[in-house]
């Protein structure tokens, strides 16, 4: 019995160590993310001007031409990325600040088109629009106006003004084109696919700011949308609805379009599929592609592509690609002890790459918490 009793003890001592040695695993194995981002206070301290404006880089440069952006100048992609997050994160007062500034600096009266650039001062230099900037802003408008009480009726006739120019000054053939320019008349005549917003389009149609015929074209831009066996074209062109290719794919894009599908109902399933392999395989997504051998065109990795693949994983609901998304993406995070927080490498970040990556990982936080 003696025997018998010390067997059980050593099997009880031995059951206890392995368990807790489990639990210890288990405890560094955890996914823990922040409620709010480090990467909002490196934008609110390091990337905003004086005049409260986003700038598109970290280090001041002269700008050189006006269809370029450079150094602190801002722009209107910033603002929509920067109220989507307020959105994301349901923080109103940031909401109203980021749309003071909106109306204040980016809505050109009395035409009521936004201006996509501004330099660090906050003045315009260029009189053109920016389509897929547009509607960003003007769905997350629309989301805040259906959200929150507050300006409630200034964001919905601020929406209607906007989207009122679009339908009226820029379509062509029934398709809004990529910009026009309102001081000389011309306009591109191409629609690029990155911003066919259907999510926008959407708040659009439903508060009676676009015709429900013209939401079906945008919807039918996307849904009859080919492709070359895995990557998606880069426009298509208004006049002859021919779809073009680009011969090195940037992923940013191909997530974009892709996040677009999803709301066709179409899920993006042969370049989900290629993406995961890629990611197994190399241990990263690099930022461009050769459209003809799928293989990478460049070394570099961006932090929008991670931010903008988890977007597409949540949207998917495939929580567990997400999470290594986000592990993977946060190790660009803070390398520059100068700026914590921050995607900042050689002194110098864009801040579409802190933006994105902000919003995949709100969005995967809000996710993982239901």
Do not use: C
């Not at 150094?71 to 007062?93: C, F, H, I, K, T």
């Not at 917003?197 to 831009?221: I, T």
């Not at 066996?229 to 191909?254: C, E, M, R, W």
């Not at 995949?360 to 993982?368: A, Q, R, S």
């Amino acid at each position: 019995m003696k025997f018998i009793f010390r067997n059980k003890r050593s099997w009880y001592i031995l059951l206890l160590i392995v368990s807790t040695v489990a639990i210890v695993l288990l405890w560094k194995e955890r996914f823990v993310m922040d409620k709010v981002s480090p990467t909002v206070a490196f934008v609110e301290k390091h990337m905003t001007n004086p005049n409260g404006t986003l700038a598109t880089y970290l280090q001041d440069a002269p700008s050189q031409r006006a269809d370029i952006v450079a150094g602190r100048e801002a722009l209107s992609e910033s603002v929509g990325l920067w109220m989507q997050y307020a959105l994301a994160s349901d923080n109103e007062p940031l909401f109203e600040q980021a749309y003071m500034r909106f109306q204040t600096y980016y809505v050109i009266r009395p035409d009521m088109y936004i201006v996509w650039k501004l330099d660090p001062q906050g003045k315009a230099h260029v009189g053109t629009n920016a389509l897929g900037d547009d509607l960003r802003i003007i769905g997350a408008l629309l989301e805040a106006a259906d959200r929150w009480k507050q300006g409630r009726a200034d964001k919905l006739a601020t929406a209607s003004a906007l989207s009122r120019t679009l339908t009226q000054r820029t379509e062509q053939q029934g398709y809004m084109a990529d910009f026009y320019d309102f001081n000389s008349g011309h306009s591109t005549k191409t629609l690029s696919l990155v911003y066919v917003d259907l999510l926008a389009l959407q708040a659009m149609r439903d508060h009676q700011m676009l015709e429900p015929d013209a939401y079906a074209r945008y919807e039918d831009v996307l849904h009859k949308m080919p492709d070359d066996g895995l990557f998606y074209p880069k426009s298509i062109h208004i006049n002859t609805k021919a779809y073009t290719y680009d011969d090195k794919v940037n992923l940013i894009d191909q997530l974009i379009v892709a996040n677009h599908l999803m709301e066709t109902g179409s899920r993006p399933d042969k370049l989900i599929t290629f993406l995961k392999k890629e990611f197994a395989t190399r241990g990263k997504l690099p930022g461009q592609y050769d459209r003809i051998t799928h293989n990478p065109a460049v070394e570099y990795e961006s932090a929008s592509v991670y931010g903008l693949a988890i977007l597409l994983a949540v949207r998917t609901e495939d929580s567990a690609w997400a999470k290594q998304l986000y592990k993977h993406m946060i190790t660009f995070r803070g390398q520059d002890a100068r700026y914590p927080g921050g995607y900042v490498f050689d002194g110098n970040t864009h801040l579409f790459d802190n933006l994105f990556p902000l919003l995949g990982e709100t969005y995967l936080y809000n996710f993982l918490k239901k």
